[in-house]
């Protein structure tokens, strides 16, 4: 470490807790990217896409 790196009012641990909830991050290829203007565009496609997968898994279900 330098000499003019300075912890000595750091406080140990006080973002333990928000670190360990975890992130939810996801990096998108620059090609899905361009397709969704911002995050709610793809919340909904991704919302729309779960509720087809489970139309689609009730109906294996019962055919």
Same mark, same amino acid.
């Given at each position: ?20 909830? *975890?992130?939810?991050?996801? +990096? &998108?290829?620059?090609?899905?990217? $361009? ?8 919340? *909904?496609?991704?919302?729309? +896409? &779960?509720?087809?997968?489970?139309? $689609? ?7």
């Amino acid at each position: 470490m330098r000499a003019e790196y300075d912890f000595s009012g750091g406080v140990r641990g006080k973002y333990a807790v928000q670190y360990n909830r *975890g992130t939810n991050v996801v +990096l &998108l290829d620059p090609d899905v990217m $361009a397709a969704f203007p911002d995050s709610k565009s793809v919340n *909904g496609a991704l919302r729309a +896409l &779960l509720e087809v997968a489970k139309r $689609a898994r009730s109906t294996r279900k019962t055919a």
